[in-house]
């Protein structure tokens, strides 16, 4: 049954009949909607920073029972030759084998001019990284040579530092000796971007170490990691382990499936907060009200149109609110660089992000109406016009 409608410019017009209230209004949902975008900026830039780090034709070779911590792992020095050796179905180019061996570590880095150190991911590579980390694009400066280092993208972040003190040409101290700064790299995104990368051997020698944590080996296009595999299988005396890339970064997206659940709790939390501020707001907007509501019902409103009209009310200022909110994520929540165990990475303000900010703010428009509405809506009509 079709019933006659408030006119829309009357839900518009009441908006500012109150201003201070409607403002106060206006911003707590704002608020409430740029919370609810950094928690899920933070958990799709995680899963994002995760998702890129692997690469689908590149496995890596590690210590056997070692799980996803390669920065315990340590194998045999001569691990990496003997892969470049023995297996078939490497990719190569000009006869140099995209294989890779690393020392991968987490160290206490003092950054020139401070005199607190932070906790840091340092890689010790050779050349014939950059064919197997295909990501990894040199930004700036040159490669290390003895003695130097180039860093990251969000190494700064990760170190606590600002991006000037990690300049080229900058100092780091790290495991006992000073390491100049020759470059800076980017990797599309990938955890790579939070560490600093150094010689092989000359990280071996500051460590006082002749062994690796891993080797990276990229197979050919069109085959697969089998002959990988039996290698690890038939050298018992290597002890070793392999996982494509894009597994190894899998799991530890599993390994932090509770910090998601956490992050999106708090997204539940913080939208629940909303609603029932909305929920007080609006039971002193109505309330307020009351003989206004009676009076358009004995005008012929039925208690259909004046909810429907209250409706309208919190949508357009919870949409005008998310629109803020968004706005405002854009220009500086996303791409915001943040610290975290594995590294650093940049919240994300995606689509997806942008879905689920602006789902929360027009829910928070309907639920915070509702309940009120309904409830000042069941006075009878004469007890209403009565109100004071």
Known sequence: M?????????????????????????????????????????????????????????????????????????????????????????????????????????????????????????????????????????EDGHWPKSGEVIVGRMAATK????????????????????????????????????????????LQQALKRQDLSLVAVTIAPGGDFSNLELFCVERLDLELQTMPEVEYYATLQKDYGPVRMLAWLVVLLVSGAGIFAGLNTMYGSVVGRIRELASLQTIGFVRRALLVSLIQERVVLAAAASLLATVAALLFVNNAAVRFTMGAFSLRIDEISLLIGCGVGLLLGVLGAVPPAIRALRMPIVDGLKAT
């Open 159 to 202: 170190l606590g530092a600002a991006a000037a003190e990690l300049a080229i040409g900058k100092a780091l101290r790290f495991e006992g000796r000073d390491w100049r700064i020759s470059g800076t790299f980017t990797a599309g995104g990938a955890a790579f971007e939070s560490e600093i990368w150094c010689r092989l051997d000359d």
């Open 2 to 138: 079709f019933f006659r409608l408030v006119p829309w410019e009357y839900a518009i017009r009441n908006l500012f009949r109150r201003p201070l209230r409607t403002f106060l209004t206006f911003l707590g949902l704002a608020t409430v909607i740029l919370l609810v975008f950094v928690v899920v900026g933070f958990i799709r830039g995680l899963e994002r920073s995760l998702a890129v780090s692997g690469d689908a034709s590149t496995a890596v070779v590690f210590g056997l029972g070692m799980g996803e911590n390669l920065e315990y792992s340590s194998i045999d020095m001569s691990t990496g030759d003997l892969i470049a050796a023995s297996i078939e179905g490497i990719q190569e180019r000009y006869g140099q084998k995209y294989v890779s061996p690393e020392l991968y570590l987490g160290t206490e880095v003092t950054v020139e001019g401070s005199q607190q150190p932070e906790m840091g991911l340092v890689r010790g590579v050779v050349q014939a990284a950059v064919l197997v980390r295909r990501q990894v694009e040199l």
